[in-house]
């Protein structure tokens, strides 16, 4: 038997958009990162994530951003700004009620990225 796409176990659309949504307002009140994104159009940046998670779940979107190295580099950012951002994630996931399993897989995909985001 095959298993639904993350981006269906996720609640397609609507339940990537409202995940965003938390996790934007996680990231812009944490102290550790907030400053990052002050410059930021929150609904530009938002998009983006949207896209990107979609396209690579297996959603139907387009993803239209940079790469993660692109996107990242000059920024030089620690591991302890990585561990909040991820920690935000994780904590949006936790909010809607995201089981264990697709956690875990979202964690695993975030980390997967870690050496194109870390100190570049
Ligand atoms: C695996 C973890 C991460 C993913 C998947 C991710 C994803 C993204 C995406 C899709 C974009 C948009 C790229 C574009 O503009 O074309 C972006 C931009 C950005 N990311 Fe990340 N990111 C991650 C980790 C981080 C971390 C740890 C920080 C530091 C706090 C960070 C700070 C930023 C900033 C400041 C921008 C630019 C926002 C803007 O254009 O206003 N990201 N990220």
């Known amino acids: 038997m095959s298993e639904a796409s993350l981006y269906v176990r996720l609640g397609g659309a609507d339940g990537i ?19 990052r994104y002050a410059q930021s159009d ?27 190295l692109t996107a990242h580099t000059g920024m030089n950012i620690s591991d302890e700004e990585f561990v909040a951002v ?10 809607n009620n995201v089981g264990a399993k697709e956690r875990d897989e979202v964690l695993c995909i975030l980390y997967s990225m870690k050496a194109e985001i870390v100190g570049v």
Not at 20 to 27: L, S, T
Not at 86 to 95: E, G, H, N, R, S
């Open 86 to 95: 991820c920690d935000d994630v994780l904590a949006a996931l936790d909010k």
């Open 42 to 68: 929150p609904e530009n940046v938002k998009r983006l994530v949207r896209e990107f998670f979609g396209a690579g779940i297996g959603g139907p979107e387009t993803y239209t951003g940079q790469d993660m």
């Open 17 to 35: 958009r409202t995940v965003v949504e938390d996790i934007w307002k996680n990231h812009t009140s944490n102290p550790k990162i907030k400053q």
